[in-house]
């Protein structure tokens, strides 16, 4: 059934009118009454339960967890710049249940299949004039809600003003936040805050916080397409209220009658590992909509780009110049004797030149410097059964890449590259657009305009069986469910801050993105960085890890593309530790977060996906922060009657970030799925273990 109202938990309701309790059970439809006031849905394990009622003369909601309230009444409702408020005096008039129970298949992914097991609720809430549906859908490891306006009467275009969504959470002084700021100068690329939650103020999403009781929860939101992005201001203590990114003209959402919005999106477990196992943002997106997608590869690959972060080479023309055709063909040879599918170049084209970071305009997306051969270097890259990645930076001016963008697609398709990094470098509001009468705009990264935009450049690349990992991108809200392309994107404080950030990145930072921003999908983090303190061990500039922490993040910070960032020379100096970077996978049959703590450490499993193991290997990664910790991992993952010879990539006795990142140990030993491994970590450090299954 969708709801049991008569299970214990149903008393935690007591305005729930004999008529709904009778529809509930029944999964029947509510017909126009007075008499209905609240309404709930319970997830299939009855854990959690959503209640929605009319009682306040509005719309509101409540989540309980285990029986304890976690989202207090909170309201609900749109605000439109011609009609009004959708919400105050909109009573429920009519309800409809579902119930699924199914699975379906990723391409690609944390794990090939995800199961979509929930109980949905439809109401209907009417005002006598206008109409307007919620969508609650609830599972075993959250919930989703959204908004729907059919057509109605001679509704058209729309302009919503505001979005009146709350999410009041009990005990705010006694929860504990996580959180990066929304809408600053920045692009999401922050290093995330520990505080009450009561001291936030406008945040990012997706927001991770743990309550008094230890209920870990995040609130985030899924399929954002034609909306704007949804950022969480809050009001009085503990009351998050929902803040759209606005247009240049302060309009949050143009959109027409027949709309729905993304998904309002609340993970609820027990402990924190419970965010990382959850599938709930991508079972809220719809199917695949580009039908086979088998010409999307996940796989590894090494770039013309970390040089330049350390001013090596440069991006634009001259003497330093990183991507020219001598150097790609380097890299390809690199590529090729270990086993890296593709090389990425930066810099190839006009316009890096002078004044680019504030003048996107001056970027050719098809010309390119002339020591740089195109067809030579495909034809090249062909030979060695390398591919090329392309790339295309922005600088903010979308209107000239979107003017340019067939023909630039069309060039990467003639030359064999099937993957495109992206770049929307630009101050967080100032993405440049240009409307159809010549007046330059300036938007903000995650507002209409540019979920639009980057949702178009991900379909246009499609048409051309190319995938897109966008840099400075929107937020990951699971789209790549539905666009497969998608194939990562970056999203947060990447690599490379350590090479001239300030600060660099601290050794919290991938322990906290684990429960953070790698909770709404695939990030292009490019990790694998053997240089750890190329400026010396007292540069402020260094990468505050471990080198078997760098080890580990191949397999802790998921992506279907995975970097080996640092430069060539450096791997040959340690080209023991090098070989796991050679044999892990990125694309995965199965995904466990087995241990860990928000900020603290996290420790993930992952079984190999085909392969030539076919699907029988399994790799652990486990990262710590600035605390030396040992963990107890049970090996109940692998598995049972198969022994599994343990490749072990570990910190030595002696090791810390500080002084000693270069203290490691490689062992093997054997094991099976009766057994326990301790992980000893070493301050910001790190183990990476191969499971290599042993023939019967």
């Known amino acids: 059934m969708s709801c049991n109202p008569s299970h214990p938990r149903a008393s935690a309701h007591p305005r729930l009118s004999l008529l709904a309790l009778a529809l509930a059970l029944t999964g029947a439809t509510l017909p126009n ?110 919930i989703g809600f959204r908004y729907r306006v059919p057509k109605q009467g001679t509704l058209d275009k729309l302009n919503i003003t505001n979005e009146l969504t709350e999410f009041v959470i009990p005990q705010a002084d006694k929860a504990t936040a996580w959180w990066i700021p929304a809408r600053g100068w920045n692009r999401y690329e922050y290093l995330y805050n520990k505080t009450p939650l009561n001291q936030i103020d406008r945040v990012h999403t997706p927001f991770t916080f743990k309550l008094n009781n230890q209920v870990h929860m995040s609130i985030h939101e899924a399929a954002l397409v034609d909306y ?36 309002r999106t609340i993970q609820i477990a027990d402990k924190a590992t419970g965010l990382l196992n959850s599938d709930l943002i991508l079972n809220l997106n719809e199917p695949n909509k580009l039908g086979n997608v088998d010409w999307v590869e996940p796989g590894k690959y090494v770039g013309i780009w970390w040089g330049m972060h350390l001013n090596e080479t440069t991006w634009g023309s001259g003497d330093k110049h990183g991507a020219t055709t001598d150097e790609t ?55 060695k059964g390398v591919r090329l990645i392309g790339h295309h930076e922005t600088s903010g001016s979308v209107t000239n890449y979107r003017n340019q963008m067939s023909d630039a697609y069309d060039l990467y398709q003639q030359y064999g590259v099937t993957q495109v990094k992206t770049g929307y470098v630009a101050d967080g509001g100032d993405i440049k657009r240009v409307d159809d009468k010549g007046i330059t705009h300036h938007e903000w990264h995650d507002g209409q305009f540019m979920v639009n935009e980057y949702l178009h450049s991900v379909t246009e690349a499609a048409k051309r069986h ?43 930072h991938t322990t906290t993105l684990a429960y953070t921003r790698m909770l709404a999908g695939p990030m292009d983090f490019t990790p694998g960085i053997f240089d750890l303190a190329p400026k010396g061990l007292d540069a402020v500039n260094r990468v505050q890890t471990t080198l078997t922490k760098q080890l580990a993040l191949y397999v802790v910070l998921y992506s279907p593309i995975q970097m080996a960032a640092d430069l060539p020379r450096n791997y040959k100096k340690h080209p023991d530790a090098f070989k796991f970077i050679q044999d892990v996978p990125t694309d995965w049959q199965r995904s466990i977060a087995l241990a860990g703590e928000v900020g ?49 990539y570990r910190d030595g006795d002696k090791a810390n970030w500080r002084s000693n990142h270069y203290d490691y140990v490689i062992e093997s030993q054997k094991v099976d799925s009766q057994q326990h491994l301790t992980l000893k970590l070493a301050s910001s450090g790190g183990t990476a273990i191969r499971f290599k299954a042993l023939t019967k």
């Open 33 to 142: 009454s007075s008499m209905a006031k609240t309404v709930s849905v319970a997830s299939p394990d009855k854990q959690i339960v959503v209640s929605l009622s009319d009682d306040n003369q509005r719309p509101e909601y409540r989540v309980s967890f285990h029986d304890k309230v976690v989202i207090q009444e909170s309201k609900l409702g749109l605000v439109f710049q011609s009609l009004g408020e959708f919400g105050h005096d909109f009573k429920i008039s009519e309800i409809k249940r579902t119930q699924v129970d199914s699975q379906w298949q990723q391409p690609w992914g944390e794990r090939e299949w995800v199961v979509d097991k929930h109980n949905g609720l439809t109401a209907t809430l009417s005002n006598g004039q206008y109409q307007f549906l919620i969508d609650i859908k609830a599972f075993d490891d959250g």
């Open 228 to 263: 704007a992005a949804m950022t969480l201001d809050q009001r009085r203590d503990g009351t998050l209220r929902a803040d759209l990114t606005p247009w240049s003209d302060g309009i949050k959402v143009k959109t027409q009658a027949g709309f729905a919005t993304p998904w």
């Open 329 to 383: 063909k380097r890299y390809m040879d690199f590529a090729a004797d270990n086993g890296f599918a593709g090389v990425l170049v930066e810099g190839w084209n006009i316009g890096w030149d002078g004044s680019w970071f504030h003048n996107g305009d001056v970027f050719s997306f098809t010309q390119t410097y002339p020591d740089f051969d195109l067809p030579a270097i495909s034809a090249y890259g062909a030979s």
């Open 466 to 508: 190319i995938s897109i990992n966008t840099h400075e991108p929107i937020k990951d809200t699971g789209l790549r469910r539905t666009y497969p392309n998608w194939i990562s994107r970056e999203g947060a404080r990447g690599q490379e801050f350590n090479a001239w950030g300030t600060p660099p990145n601290n050794p919290s």
């Open 600 to 648: 603290e450490y996290v420790v993930f499993a992952r079984q190999e996906r085909g392969g030539k193991s076919q699907g029988e290997d399994w790799y652990l990664g486990a990262i710590t922060d600035d605390t030396a910790r040992e963990v107890s991992i049970p090996l109940d993952f692998l598995t049972p009657g198969t022994s599994y010879l343990a490749e072990i």
